[in-house]
């Protein structure tokens, strides 16, 4: 299962770029600016703006009812200027333009899902299949199915390699990203980190304010961390409340390279800290975090994922100890501190 993600993964990111950025969510993103004629329009000026290789489309308007809509597409103009026998050039030539428009196309409006209008488009008889879609917005626009189906496609390949509640990357894309950063830094001084992050007391607040009440919560902290993820670096959610970082690290050296990890671990816990909007501070979780580091030349991914959960649970265990007031336990597990550090 991981080899077939990672797979589309790279598939994806060979043919899209950076598919993340270029999955469209409403049908607003996919529309381009559509010419505009009135229904009473000569027919034969209609052929002007279709001597352009660039207009494919043109809409229609009705100057006797706005909220009437039609469409001209390329190959409904073409149909009706050849004709049955050959003559539709000359028989058309002085009629106007609402008389081979199509008066009842596919209308969405801009915030219709992409999912949505793709699957209605392919629902039409086979010969408007594959008609543009107008986006009947303040300007109009249209929207190509061809366009539609790929943004479904790519939409839907993105969902697959993303947890459906946070957005974030999964489990299997965190590995393969890390797999990726330490590929790229065989044989360099740079080091991957990867900053490991638990929602403090996530079971208290499902059990205490319910389910739906965490997951709103949750996803806010995701978007939290996506929004200030520094560039080029990887979010993703790893477990149930555990969120993770991966970055690349260029280091000086070893002081310097545990300087810049840990700055990096405070500044995400302090910009997370702040309640999102519309949720109470009372509500709004604390965070355990460590972090870790491979040495010069990348590591592995199962060496940082491994020791990040295993510092990871040692942090969680003494803060329990902490909360349960046992000092002379915590004083056998290493004193009062939190967070690690750790070098791999």
């Known amino acids: 299962m991981d080899d077939d993600l990672t797979l589309l993964a790279d598939r994806l990111q060979h043919a899209l770029g950076d598919y993340r950025t270029t999955a469209a969510a409403t049908v607003k993103e996919l529309a381009r600016a559509v010419d505009v004629v009135d229904a009473d329009m000569p027919i ?3 052929e002007v703006l279709f001597r352009s290789p660039h207009v494919t489309t043109v809409a229609v308007r009705d100057p006797a009812d706005p909220a009437r809509i039609g469409l001209v597409t390329r190959t409904r103009f073409t149909a009706a200027m050849t004709g049955r026998l050959g003559f539709g050039r000359a028989v058309h ?3 106007e333009t609402g008389e081979i428009a199509d008066w009842a196309p596919l209308v ?3 915030s219709a899902p992409v999912s949505e209008v793709a699957v209605r488009a392919m629902e039409r008889h086979d010969e ?3 008609d543009d879609v107008i986006v009947a917005g303040d300007v109009w626009a249209v929207a190509s199915t061809s366009d539609l189906v790929h943004a479904l496609s790519t939409l839907l390949a993105v969902r697959s390699l993303h947890d459906s509640l946070t957005g974030l990357e999964h489990r299997a894309m965190l590995q393969h990203r890390l797999a990726e950063r330490c590929a790229d830094l065989h044989g360099t001084a740079g080091r991957v980190v990867l900053v490991l992050l638990d929602v403090r007391g996530f079971r208290h607040l499902n059990a205490t304010r319910g389910f ?5 919560v949750l996803a806010a902290l995701s978007a939290r961390l996506r929004g200030i993820a520094p560039v080029r670096s990887d979010a993703a959610r790893v477990g149930g409340d555990e969120l993770a970082l991966a970055a690349t690290l260029h280091a000086r050296d070893e002081q310097h390279a545990a300087q810049v990890a840990e700055g990096l671990r405070q ?4 910009r997370l800290a702040v309640p999102a909007s519309g949720i109470e501070a009372a509500d709004w979780p604390s965070l355990h975090a460590v972090v870790v580091w491979s040495e010069p030349g990348g590591g592995t991914p199962d ?5 990040a959960q295993r510092r990871l649970g040692e942090a969680k265990d003494r803060w329990r100890l902490r909360a349960s007031g046992l000092p002379e336990v915590r004083s056998l597990l290493g004193g009062d501190e939190l967070v690690e550090v ?3």
Not at 212 to 216: G, K
Not at 303 to 307: A, N, Y
């Open 267 to 270: 500044q995400l816990v302090e």
């Open 342 to 344: 750790v070098d791999l």
């Open 93 to 95: 030539a002085r009629r």
């Open 303 to 307: 060496e940082l994922l491994r020791l």
């Open 212 to 216: 739906a009440f965490a997951d709103v």
């Open 108 to 110: 969405a409006p801009p």
């Open 44 to 46: 034969a000026r209609l």
């Open 128 to 130: 408007r299949r594959y």
